[in-house]
C-alpha cells in the first residue's frame, strides 16, 4: 500500500520561507514517477483547496493566492514531492496535504501544520 508522509511544517515569521517534503513509500521509482501528484491545504473553517500540482511530465499548475511564491517539484529517484514556499503570508496558515493520482488510484498524506505568524 503507498503511504504519504509529508515533512517540513511549522512556524514562520510573515516574508519568510519553508520547504514541504512528501516521501513515498510501497512504491517504486518507476511507478512513482507516473503519478500526477498535488499539495492541498485546508485552513480552519475552510474547504481544502489546491495549492500547485504537477503531472508526470513535469507540467506544473499553481493557485493565483501563490503564484510567484510557491514552487513545486518532484524527484522521482528519491519519490519525493516538494513544495517551496517563498514570502509567506498568515493567510498560508494550514495544513498542507500531499495527493497522488494514477489512473483511479488516489491517496492522502496525513498533512502537515504550517503557522505564519509574528
Known amino acids: 500500500q503507498v503511504q504519504l508522509v509529508e515533512s517540513g511544517g511549522g512556524l514562520v515569521q510573515p516574508g519568510g520561507s519553508l520547504r514541504l517534503s512528501c516521501a513515498a513509500s510501497?512504491?517504486?521509482?518507476?511507478?512513482?514517477?507516473?503519478?500526477?501528484m498535488a499539495w492541498y491545504r485546508q485552513a480552519p473553517g475552510k474547504q481544502r483547496e489546491l495549492v500547485a500540482s504537477i503531472g508526470n511530465g513535469g507540467s506544473t499548475n499553481y493557485a493565483d493566492s501563490v503564484k510567484d511564491r510557491f514552487s513545486i517539484s518532484r524527484d522521482n529517484a528519491k519519490k519525493t514531492l516538494y513544495l517551496q514556499m517563498n514570502i509567506l503570508k498568515p493567510e498560508d496558515t494550514a495544513v498542507y496535504y500531499c495527493?497522488?493520482?494514477?489512473?483511479?488510484?488516489?491517496?492522502w498524506g496525513q498533512g502537515t501544520q504550517v503557522t505564519v505568524s509574528s
Open positions: 495527493y497522488r493520482k494514477w489512473g483511479s488510484y488516489e491517496s
Open positions: 510501497g512504491v517504486s521509482g518507476s511507478i512513482f514517477s507516473a503519478y500526477a
